[in-house]
């Protein structure tokens, strides 16, 4: 049976498996739903063992559990190690959602609800594949499968399991549907990843808030100073002014920008869907670029003073500000962080002291498009698509994809199949069946290419 015809015959219960994935609350930041991490673990592996395991365990960490799978058809055969993320976002603001946010449903061709998308419908794709090959005797490759719960919150318990499993999870390539691609009719393959960089800085002024009448104009007020250093951390070119943050970043050669350069791209229709007039990024730079190959700063929230209903004249004691950095190839998040760390307490004014803390990050990722498994995937879009995937270079950060480098030694090849229209992290989450469909296909076809 071809893999369509398996698809069409299969497609309702295939939905209804990955709807009781969906109706499961697995937000990993909410301490209140440690119970439902547990339970989805537990689902995942029900599933895996049915479509064609030979085992399935669950490990136990000191946060959320990950789900490891495995079927060896040939000890000497190449071995396909899939990841993915069992752990969602939170809903909020709730209200903003045309439908429960844990009850999905399907309208407009379109899977809806937390999830859909990022990431339990990108990676039960791979479930329905790996069930395919196995149920018509066609799997020529050794599959392993890595669901972990923390995705969402930094993957902190998977940098060591990787570590500590080196030797389970050997493997010769990782296969990951966690990011998009261009367009329905134009499918992409992810070639890099940019990494990440989080810090967290508190001005503080006088010890208690203060009478902004009465003290206001003799002491410095941290809000004003706090947006006078965050502000002086890009100047008016989109450049970090940070010494030494662009030292270690790769420069593309011309080539390759010009292969970039090819990406569909409507700047106008980008602007329009935004509701924006006009673009700001770093100069000599196209937009595309901006946000896959070159390393930016942004300030994600900035907090003091009174915010609540009315007014209030207060001239407050502490500012805090969330600066996020988004890296790319060869830049050192740690590096990074010591570099801002420096910076800001060397310009910061003597009238307000201030803290600098390092949150968490993670390195950039490329993968060479002269890779074997590069192009055992592109085929496999060939064959499905009709067309080659245009490589592109995503401005999000997955920081375990280049730990696995680093701890397996091998590449991981980044299909996804999601669209910007899928509202990830955000309401109304969604995922075309179309991609759904067309998802296992190219996964099942990776596999034939691969194993050649």
């Known amino acids: 049976m071809e893999i369509k015809d398996y698809i069409q ?25 440690k119970e439902d991490m547990v339970r989805c673990a537990e689902r995942w592996r029900e599933l895996i063992l049915a479509a064609g395991a030979d085992k399935c365990e669950i490990f136990p960490t000191d946060g959320n559990p990950i789900v490891y799978a495995e079927k060896i058809v040939d000890p000497n055969a190449k071995t396909v190690l899939v990841y993915g993320h069992y752990d969602v976002m939170p809903v909020d603001p709730v209200e903003l959602w045309d439908t429960e946010p844990f009850e999905p449903v399907i309208k407009d061709g379109k899977i809806w609800g937390r999830g859909a998308d990022d990431d339990k419908g990108q990676s039960f794709m791979h479930a329905k594949a790996f069930e395919y090959l196995v149920k018509t005797n066609r799997l020529k490759c050794n599959v392993k499968f ?21 030797e389970m999870l050997k493997c010769d390539v990782i296969l990951v549907s966690d990011t998009s691609m261009i367009a329905s009719d134009t499918p992409s393959i992810t070639a890099g990843l940019r990494g990440l960089c989080n810090m967290i800085v508190k001005v503080t002024g006088p010890d208690r808030d203060l009478h902004s009448g009465i003290f206001g104009g003799a002491v410095a007020n941290p809000i004003n100073v706090l947006c006078d250093l965050v502000s002086g951390l890009i100047d008016d070119k989109g450049r970090v002014t940070i010494p030494g943050f662009y030292d270690d970043v790769v420069v593309l050669s011309a080539e390759e920008r010009e292969l970039i350069a090819k990406t569909p791209f409507d700047e106008d229709g980008y602007k329009k869907g935004l509701e924006v007039d006009e673009l700001f990024g770093e100069d000599g730079y196209s937009t595309i670029e901006r946000t896959g190959i070159r390393p930016n700063l942004g300030v994600c929230g900035i907090e003091g003073g009174y915010t609540g209903e009315g007014f209030k004249t207060v001239l407050p004691s502490t500012a805090t500000a969330n600066i996020s950095m988004r890296l790319v190839a060869n830049q050192d998040s740690h590096k990074i962080a010591e570099l801002f760390k420096k910076h800001f307490e060397n310009v910061a004014p003597k009238y307000v002291k201030v803290e600098v803390i390092p949150c968490h990050g993670g390195e950039a990722y490329r993968c060479g498009m002269d890779v074997p498994a590069y192009k055992a995937a592109e085929k496999a879009y060939i064959d ?10 995503s401005g999000g950060s997955i920081p375990i994809v280049a730990h696995f480098e680093k701890s397996l030694g091998v590449k991981s090849i980044l299909c996804g199949f999601g669209l910007g229209e899928d509202n990830i992290h955000s309401p109304n989450e969604s995922y075309k069946i179309e991609h759904f469909r067309k998802g296992i296909e190219v996964i099942s076809r990776f596999y034939h290419h691969f194993s050649e």
């Open 146 to 166: 890595m669901l972990e719960g923390e995705e969402e919150i930094g993957s902190t318990q998977l940098y060591p399991f990787c570590d500590k499993h080196s």
């Open 384 to 393: 499905v698509y009709g067309k080659r995937p245009i490589p592109t270079y």
């Open 9 to 33: 015959e299969n497609e309702g219960r295939f939905l209804d498996e990955l709807f009781s994935l969906l109706r499961i609350p697995s937000i990993s930041s909410q301490s209140e739903h």
